[in-house]
């Protein structure tokens, strides 16, 4: 078992609906592709871009079977498989592995605050029952609980817990995780606006929905630290700056459909309660990635 | 159609589960049947209390006809049925509905931000498929989402939704919500340790799960702002206060069955990842209970 | 000694300046002198409303002086000392005792974060300098440290330390408070939106600048409790509840003096970099003092 | 007029004080001498590290003239003037200038927060009394007040506030300031644990009182990334990681001075309420710079 099987841009695809509210999956297919042959260097389907917590279990299933056909192996898999309770987790994540997932990403979502011993137990419960690599994913905002270093710690003596994904968006987690698990633990980012400054911390890689729109500028910031180039890192980084601002500020499942809309690719609709961006939002979108496409090529 | 059919004391039960992590619903009978007789005004099962967002829908329907088997119209049913989904929630609305209960709660769950609008949109579909009143609830702690008052006016303004339970904990907001929507408006408190504020600040209600423990102390508060007494209530209500802290300090289901089991009741098991509480905490509720047993005469 | 001179509606004068920024003695004595004859049961010269923290040494004493002058004795008086260092506290609450005043309120200034040894030591200096009563203010948003009810007890050990006034905004803290330190701790509230909550939940004084405005309500509230009539105080508490919102948004030495312009008592200048309310915040307030005015007979 | 007087590592020296509660001036002389020695780029006297709010003005001039004596001219100098009072803002501002000082650093203090006009009004007023140029600093944990992006706009209308120095601790405020405000916009960064994420943002200096400890690992920081080599950058941030979260952790008075004992150069005493560092807290910070000393050679 390959053990930390990303690095680099891990790109999220959402999940697009038809007008009667049922997934998309020849859409999704087709917004798969893109982000594979433009370069992402993971895919991670069920994501909170994916909008997992509102799909029923037969649409996870048919998302994560689509995605695996789609990728074919080029590039490795990361299914979302997070779930309020223990027994539907460890469903979810018997049937990635099935499907072929290369891992799969737990977040303890919590309606009720989980204790410390309650997230390390449902976390072992789910790795028991599987054989893959999980994915340790903290993000407070969405998950209702923010999992200190030090249970991080706890969880990645699991033989399975072997990535971490930080999305608190301080800067400072990031250096004391660093400083707490060891130069070696392979923690991912997945706060956009912190792209830059977590590459420069030491991030293994980012999580992001935006190569959906600029995979080029998500890729040349990644490679431009890879070659050690700072300066360049910067300068990339600030070209796709306000693009990543926006699609955190205005939700990312909205944000990257009207964004694929303007493309010319196609979001697809939504499930209410969600709805779309407003004419004004999307034309603020528009602005942006017109700014985006006119700088493109300049670094 | 009665509108508003609740005041007093609304009390929550538990959802007890058996050693497989199943419903006991003998034992929720039970538990229901002893908050009527201790003199609740109304009973509301699948609350935050109920630990309604880890049940699956059979589970769900089974504890709601639990609960009118039980109560059999001795007291107005409050019935829980958020859900992420619109879908979902128009679903459960209407099983409530057919099922006998006198109203139904809805909270905007939500995993990703919702807009103003969209929250809108989701009370008025539900509204329109139930004939039953609808009490909008505000949670930002666990629903993720703040509804400002001007949007709770907005959704007052849906014919069926009649009721505001307000749980940010914030005396103020209660004070704000009733200059802006006027004196009529049939506000209900979820946040126990601001029982006395609320009921001095014009509280119709008070939705809790401590009726479950101190069913004496919570009536008679209400029963002395019947009365005008601020000096009773105000002396009835520092006597459950320690109680009130400690249920919402260590979380409601963990404390509510860990007092039933000391009360000699049977609070029944829990469904993962959540757990009991832990022997050091069940000690200090136990001294807390003792405490209060031994006042509790006096007022 | 009487350890505790205070009780009911303390009230907090401005500190008027004239077009060249200094202090308008005249004026001043005029605002106290109206404080005193409409019925507050206690004159606090600078508090935070008399912008203490913005006066050199002489302009304090001037201010302290003037308050005995006018006073002269009708009440008790309560005068403002705080300061970054223990040896100006020392030299202001000296100068205080010496001036006349009935005890001097401390609020532990910091611009570091101080510890609790820290507060602890700078009280005990201060209290073995003089020989009234000291009240400890807790407010976190001026002060800049949350005095937690440990400390506060430790606080209240040392003989001079009698009350406490609690500006936190929390109801949830009060309660707390007592539960801590018992029914016999003198509390008092400075938290305007929060008068009705803290009487009904034992405050025995309100510390506040509305007195300058709404006299007779301010009063009438603290009648209402006393009688033990809780309706009648809500109905009161209603009223001016709108008035008190705005004082606390708009910053109280800009409302306060923006209200005594529009009544016609003057509220004199300010100090830069402190500028007067905007016209369009002036027209707000007069039409809050309008609907009061029309309403204040009918209780 | 040379208008950015500033890059690289601007150290911020402590007050010291002797037994009496007097400024020691000739140990101060002495730790300005070592910051200048040790190679920072620029001295910035009466900062938060040299607690300038809690002296009084003949402290603050002794230590403005100590400073520019000592100095010499070698580095550029940054004094700070901050006061509430537009008035004795002005008055610090210019004696500084006269003093000899290169610039002043202004923070809004705010015991009542101020307006957005209140304050452009404030650094307008002491900028048209002075010819230096005017750092804006914006610290909200200390200032009690947080400029915005637009505010810091304004502020950089006025032709003396050429500089901005930003210690809100949030790396996405600094891509935002620079988006906004122009890849020319000279800012600074006030926050030690994100001196990384800063430099790398663009920030032009790091206002720091780490020098006073650990000088060659923060010259190293800028000397890296001015090299354009992140990866060195990465590794010599994480060898003082542990130590600048200590400083800020502890106070920065506190711990440097603490700091300055144990490397034997002497930190000098406290002004009450200051209290130094416990024994343990002491114990820490040593074993954190005996790790530093054993690291620091293998970079």
Redesign the interface.
């Known amino acids: 078992m390959n053990k930390v099987p990303f690095k680099g841009v891990i790109a999220y695809p959402v999940t697009p609906f038809d007008d009667n ?1 049922n997934v998309d999956i020849s859409l999704f297919k087709k917004q798969v592709e893109r982000l594979v042959t433009t370069g992402s260097h993971g895919i991670a389907p069920l994501g ?1 871009t994916g ?1 997992m ?2 799909l029923n279990d037969a649409e996870k299933e048919a998302v994560t079977e689509a995605t695996m056909q789609q990728v074919a192996g080029r590039v490795p898999t990361l299914v979302g498989v997070s779930n ?4 539907k987790t460890v469903y979810h994540a018997q049937f990635a592995e099935k499907a072929g997932a290369t891992a799969v990403m737990i977040i ?1 979502m919590s ?5 410390d ?3 390390v ?2 976390y072992d ?1 789910v790795a028991s029952k599987i054989s893959i690599p999980i994915m340790a994913y903290n993000n407070p905002a ?1 998950g ?1 609980v923010d999992m200190s270093p030090a249970l991080l710690k706890r969880l990645l003596e699991i033989p399975n817990v072997t990535m971490i994904k930080e999305s608190t ?1 301080d ?2 987690r990031m ?2 995780l ?2 707490e698990l060891g ?1 070696e633990v392979a923690f991912f980012n997945g706060s956009n ?2 792209a ?2 977590a590459f ?3 991030a293994r890689g980012w999580c992001t929905a935006s190569p959906n729109l600029i995979p080029e500028l998500n890729i040349a910031l990644y490679d431009a ?1 890879q070659e ?4 360049k ?2 300068r990339i ?2 070209k796709q ?2 693009l990543l ?1 926006f699609i955190v500020a205005k ?4 944000s990257i459909k009207a964004g694929l809309d303007l493309l010319g690719v196609g979001g697809g609709g939504f ?5 779309p961006l407003s004419e004004n939002e999307i034309a603020e979108l528009d602005s942006i990635l017109s700014a985006i496409e006119s700088e493109v090529y300049q670094y």
């Open positions: 509210e909170s909008v917590p509102y309020l309770t223990t027994e303890p309606y009720w605050k989980l204790t011993d309650e997230i137990k449902h419960a969405t209702g968006g800067i400072q250096h004391y660093r400083r130069e606006p912190l830059l400054s420069s911390a030491g630290i050690n180039d700072l300066e890192a910067q980084f600030y700056f306000d601002k939700g990312l499942p909205r499930k209410s309660p969600l709805k």
